[in-house]
T-cell receptor
Framework: GNSVTQMEGPVTLSEEAFLTINCTYT??????LFWYVQYPGEGLQLLLK?????DKGSNKGFEATYRKETTSFHLEKGSVQVSDSAVYFC?????????FGTGTRLQVFP | DGGITQSPKYLFRKEGQNVTLSCEQN?????MYWYRQDPGQGLRLIYY???????QKGDIAEGYSVSREKKESFPLTVTSAQKNPTAFYLC??????????????FGEGSWLTVV
């Protein structure tokens, strides 16, 4: 079936370190792919998305490239900040709904 | 401001009681969704609605009910039949079908605790 697999957290980094959060997917057809971010006690905010193979989504210094050959959509940021500490969710479209991964917690320390 | 408003933010319910969570959006979106989030887990879809007066079950609809009488409103009732209702509930909406590339936007969520 259609599913999303994310690396388990927490991911712990020092400020200004490079970030990668892995996301791979299984899907029929050609889904759109998303990264959402959730700050403590809040709802989810769209971080970036890509709707077709080789598309790169980017926002606030975060990037992810839709790789059909490896069925991946890894999230990267060159230099993280303490304010990036949150839970990050990878998701894909399936018919009329989104299917989410289990989320990866990122903790950034000064 | 445009957005999705969920209320209440925190709700306590006694076992055996039904409770209704409100979700209102002023984005003029056609589609609305309810997700449940348990600690350390991803989001699971409860119900969704593509259009007024129509809705479909998601992956975990048992023990829940919804209505979509108005475009801007999609209330969720957690019934006494829901065996483990304590969770964080998220309402969301999108302009159209996500299969067409539309983005889903989320409200701030409602915490439900059964005491």
């Amino acid at each position: 079936g259609n599913s999303v697999t994310q690396m388990e957290g927490p991911v712990t980094l020092s400020e200004e370190a490079f970030l990668t959060i892995n996301c791979t997917y299984t899907a029929t057809g050609y889904p759109s792919l998303f990264w959402y971010v959730q700050y403590p006690g809040e709802g989810l905010q769209l971080l970036l998305k890509a709707t077709k193979a080789d598309d790169k989504g980017s926002n606030k210094g975060f990037e992810a490239t839709y790789r059909k050959e490896t069925t991946s959509f890894h999230l990267e940021k060159g230099s993280v900040q303490v304010s990036d500490s949150a839970v990050y969710f990878c998701a894909l479209t399936f018919t009329d709904k989104l299917i989410f991964g289990t989320g990866t917690r990122l903790q950034v320390f000064p | 401001d445009g957005g999705i408003t969920q209320s209440p933010k925190y709700l306590f319910r006694k076992e055996g009681q039904n409770v209704t969570l409100s979700c209102e959006q002023n984005l003029n979106h056609d589609a609305m969704y309810w997700y449940r989030q348990d600690p350390g887990q991803g989001l699971r879809l409860i119900y969704y609605s593509q259009i007024v007066n129509d809705f479909q079950k998601g992956d975990i609809a048992e023990g829940y009910s919804v209505s979509r009488e108005k475009k801007e409103s999609f209330p969720l009732t957690v019934t006494s039949a829901q065996k483990n209702p304590t969770a964080f509930y998220l309402c969301a909406s999108s302009m159209g079908q996500v299969r067409s590339g539309n983005t889903i936007y989320f409200g701030e969520g409602s915490w439900l605790t059964v005491v």
